[in-house]
T-cell receptor, first 117, second 114 residues
Framework: NAGVTQTPKFRVLKTGQSMTLLCAQDMNHEYMYWYRQDPGMGLRLIHYSVGEGTTAKGEVPDGYNVSRLKKQNFLLGLESAAPSQTSVYFC????????????????FGPGTRLTVL | KQEVTQIPAALSVPEGENLVLNCSFTDSAIYNLQWFRQDPGKGLTSLLLIQSSQREQTSGRLNASLDKSSGRSTLYIAASQPGDSATYLCAVSAGGTSYGKLTFGQGTILTVHP
């Protein structure tokens, strides 16, 4: 199993450009998450999904959109990139359960380092 | 709003020392607490997960404790090695309808020198 993979690994954008980050997992996990990591601020949740076709806002959703058309993929979009979105973006997945609370850990991808000039 | 704080922000120790990393959280209504390791330029790897009903978990040279009522957790690393050098992150999952969402601390950067 490849686990959680992210594409691309690095990207440089100009202000106002758009792009999509792709996250894929091959573990048949129900839950998927997008976080951003900034120096001195830990990881903050952007959006998450609890199953195919579902999405929900996290702590810092402004400026981002997401889609989960297939269970194994979770896409993060930036419609008009801003310098404040310069960050390292991590995708994670979790098996999920039949209920809302999960007892398992999250599995993280290697990250995408995005710079917006 | 849950806030997670880790102390110290950075720690440098000689090889062989036993060390303690601290994590505190403001809302004691957590479901579980996890410790992660992050190597430079890499993703996060889960080290230990403690359910709210548990007091501690152990894996090899690592031992994590949880005092839910006081909002504290510690990660104890025995006989530290240079290979333990990394950033250690603490994260909590809320109770209720949380869907496994995590709130992270800022991390402790650990350097173990030979």
């Amino acid at each position: 199993n490849a686990g959680v993979t992210q594409t691309p690994k690095f990207r440089v954008l100009k202000t106002g450009q758009s792009m999509t980050l792709l996250c894929a997992q091959d573990m048949n996990h129900e839950y998927m998450y997008w976080y951003r990591q900034d120096p001195g601020m830990g990881l903050r949740l952007i959006h998450y999904s609890v199953g195919e076709g579902t999405t929900a806002k996290g702590e810092v959703p402004d400026g981002y959109n997401v889609s989960r058309l297939k269970k194994q993929n979770f896409l993060l979009g930036l419609e008009s990139a801003a310098p404040s979105q310069t960050s390292v973006y991590f995708c994670a997945s979790n098996p999920g359960t039949s209920f809302e609370i999960t007892t398992d850990t999250q599995y993280f991808g290697p990250g995408t380092r995005l710079t917006v000039l | 709003k849950q806030e997670v704080t880790q102390i110290p922000a950075a720690l440098s120790v000689p090889e062989g020392e036993n060390l303690v990393l601290n994590c505190s959280f403001t809302d004691s209504a957590i479901y579980n607490l996890q410790w992660f390791r992050q190597d430079p330029g890499k993703g996060l790897t889960s080290l230990l997960l403690i359910q709210s009903s548990q007091r501690e978990q152990t894996s090899g040279r690592l031992n994590a404790s949880l005092d839910k009522s006081s909002g504290r957790s510690t990660l104890y690393i025995a006989a530290s090695q240079p290979g333990d050098s990394a950033t250690y992150l603490c994260a909590v999952s809320a109770g209720g309808t949380s869907y496994g969402k995590l709130t992270f601390g800022q991390g402790t950067i650990l350097t173990v020198h030979p």
